[in-house]
């Protein structure tokens, strides 16, 4: 079965310092999302991508998150100058159309700010 | 601001025993899931559904979504330690783009 996947697995970057966290969604999904998890938290919502643009965003994505669609294939996240509080799992997301398709997750990237 | 409601948050029981956890809101979704998610690994789906007061079965798992479709439930019959986890419950926001998550239920089956 086809799987979103991301990486890397584990980033640990120094605070003030800017990472790209990268996502291939499943190829023929055309919706795509990004959410967070703090340990021991909820999932949190972050951003949702259609058509080459963002849809809606939630206020956790402030100025210092971007995102990006490169090419075909891949979908990346952006965030400009970490700060120890963007400590979290990154989870990507992607479905095929809206409406009742359930999200199709990646397996995280957990970002270490130090 | 749409809050999903889970409870509770925290659930440890012995193998064999029955459990009911409830997902709750005051927003109208369009559809709700209901993940798994090991540590470290991202949400899995287990069932969606889609129609006030649809019930769907998964082996000894029992999913159920409100008539008015702002709630929902998960039963599990006759638990076993390999039911261990997080479960989540997610709600697809009617006209929004996005999935709404609860906090999750951290589930301990004790052999």
């Known amino acids: 079965e086809p799987e979103v996947t991301q990486t ?18 499943i190829s023929n999904h055309l919706y795509f999302y990004w959410y967070r998890q703090i340990l021991g938290q909820k999932v949190e919502f972050l951003v949702s991508f259609y058509n080459n643009e963002i849809s809606e965003k939630s206020e956790i994505f402030d100025d210092q998150f971007s995102v990006e669609r490169p090419d075909g294939s891949n979908f990346t996240l952006k965030i ?16 095929n159309e809206q409406g009742f398709s359930p999200l199709h997750f990646g397996n995280g990237t957990r970002l270490t700010v130090t | 601001t749409q809050l999903l409601e889970q409870s509770p ?16 809101s005051s927003s109208v979704f369009s559809s709700l899931q209901w993940y798994r998610q090991e540590p470290g690994e991202g949400p899995v789906l287990l069932v ?5 007061g649809e019930v769907k079965k998964l082996k000894r798992l029992t999913f ?3 008539d008015a479709r702002k709630d929902s439930s998960l039963h599990i019959t006759a638990a076993q330690p390999g039911d261990t986890g997080l479960y989540l419950c997610a709600g697809l926001i ?18």
Do not use: W
């Open chain 1, 8 to 25: 890397p697995s584990h980033q640990v970057t120094q605070m003030g310092q800017e990472v790209i966290l990268r996502c291939v969604p």
């Open chain 1, 80 to 95: 400009r100058s970490t700060k120890l509080e963007d400590s979290a799992m990154y989870f990507c997301a992607s479905i």
């Open chain 2, 9 to 24: 948050q925290f659930l440890s029981i012995q193998e064999g025993e029955n459990l009911t956890v409830y997902c709750n």
């Open chain 2, 48 to 52: 969606t559904v889609v129609t006030g």
């Open chain 2, 64 to 66: 159920q979504f409100g």
């Open chain 2, 94 to 111: 009617q006209g929004a783009q996005k999935l709404v998550f609860g906090q999750g239920t951290r589930l301990t089956i004790n052999p």
